[in-house]
């Protein structure tokens, strides 16, 4: 693990990469890192994400209680509900991705559907958690579950959670939910997207130990899908 005055360095980079890249507007969003001791570096409550500086990563113990830094992101309950389930996390990313997001209003579950190759071999499909509301403890319950077995969520109205063993990794399947909501947003516009046959995703995740994927696949562990149902059948 890096030391902590590299690690409030990268927290700065992220919240500014995910405000360029159009994934929050300005004091939206969150972003930690969980430290060796187990104590949580996090954003700050309101702070513009294009403009905080690392002295105003708030550090907190690990059940989000401040320890220095003045007053963490309200959402820090959330924050605090994937490290406690995940011993594997090291780092959470959570923004509002503009097409994945719209998707959730919609009421549609394009984003559990095996259509994309590169999504199906890698996160698989990225699950909407029910609505929850912000602030409260609703949101980080509402995720509880899912985080368990996802390592991207999609909050139904409000926003995608990451969790990643590190910022960077956390972060690139943030892009990765938006990029690929962009594309079913597109073959939406074209007449709808069309699922991939079962044999194909079958043969996909099969070439998933070859190529060295570890991180968790939904198709793989059914998560968020109903009992007994396979991702073709979505």
């Not at 690690?7 to 969003?29: F, S, Y």
């Not at 700050?44 to 003045?70: M, N, Y």
């Not at 943030?174 to 997207?193: C, D, F, R, S, V």
Request: aromatic fraction near 4%; proline fraction near 7%; hydrophobic fraction near 35%.
């Amino acid at each position: 693990m890096s030391d902590e005055r590299t690690l409030r360095k990268q927290i700065v980079e992220i919240a500014r990469l995910c405000w360029e890249r159009g994934m929050i507007g300005a004091i939206d969003g969150n972003v930690s890192v969980r430290l060796d001791d187990g104590d949580l570096l996090v954003t700050p409550s309101g702070g513009i994400k294009f403009l905080i500086e690392p002295e105003q990563i708030v550090r907190t113990a690990p059940d989000g209680t401040p320890r220095s830094g003045g007053r963490a992101s309200t959402e820090i309950r959330m924050h605090v509900t994937c490290y406690q389930e995940r011993d594997d996390v090291g780092a959470v990313v959570h923004a509002h991705p503009p097409t994945a997001v719209a998707f959730s209003l919609a009421g549609l579950d394009t984003l559990m559907k095996p259509v994309i190759p590169e999504l199906v071999a890698t996160l698989g499909a990225i699950p909407t958690a029910p609505y929850g509301t912000p602030g409260t403890d609703e949101l980080p319950e509402s995720i509880r579950d899912l985080i368990r077995c996802a390592d991207a969520v999609l909050m139904e109205r409000h926003g995608a959670v990451c969790v990643g063993k590190d910022l960077l990794d956390a972060y690139k399947k943030l892009e990765q939910i938006e990029h690929n909501a962009k594309i079913l947003y597109m073959a939406h516009t074209l007449g709808g997207p069309k699922p991939m046959p079962r044999e194909d995703v079958d043969r996909l995740l099969a070439t998933r130990e070859g190529l060295g994927l570890k991180g968790n696949n939904v198709y793989c562990n059914h998560c968020g899908m109903p009992r007994g149902m396979s991702p073709s059948d979505l």
